[in-house]
């Protein structure tokens, strides 16, 4: 799942709204909403992530979160190196291979340092 998909499914639910009605507002399949839920489908298009915004109603903060979490959201990530230092192409080998090896709390703190917490 994605963070744009976790966040996407807890809207959804705390709306009381399924997939098959949202499916139909949106002018999607239900099955293209839950593949995007589940991470399955690349990052929304902004034109698909403002009628989101608009059928959830969102305002200012939650607009801003949910633009930021699709523009992060992509599931199938290439990471291209050239030209940067082999320590870098060496931490986006490593982050490949190692990625799904990783406990939650390993993930969070990556996280922080790479966010500049």
């Known amino acids: 799942m994605t963070p744009f998909g976790e966040k996407l499914r807890r809207l959804r639910r705390d709306r009381g709204a399924n997939?098959?009605?949202m499916a139909e507002a949106l002018g999607?399949?239900?099955a293209y909403l839950s593949a995007?839920?589940?991470g399955h489908r690349g990052a929304p298009s902004?034109?698909?992530t403002q009628k989101i915004i608009?059928?959830?109603n969102l305002i200012w903060d939650d607009v801003e979160e949910l633009q930021q979490l699709a523009?992060?959201?992509d599931p199938?990530?290439?990471v291209d190196t050239a030209g940067l230092s082999p320590a870098a192409t060496e931490l986006a080998n490593l982050?490949?291979?190692r990625i799904s090896t990783l406990t939650e709390a390993e993930l969070e703190k990556l996280l922080r340092l790479l966010r500049y917490e």
């Open 54 to 56: 608009g059928y959830f």
């Open 46 to 48: 902004w034109a698909m």
């Open 19 to 21: 997939q098959k009605e």
């Open 76 to 78: 199938r990530v290439v």
């Open 95 to 97: 982050l490949a291979r």
């Open 28 to 30: 999607v399949s239900a």
């Open 36 to 38: 995007l839920e589940h």
């Open 71 to 73: 523009a992060g959201s």
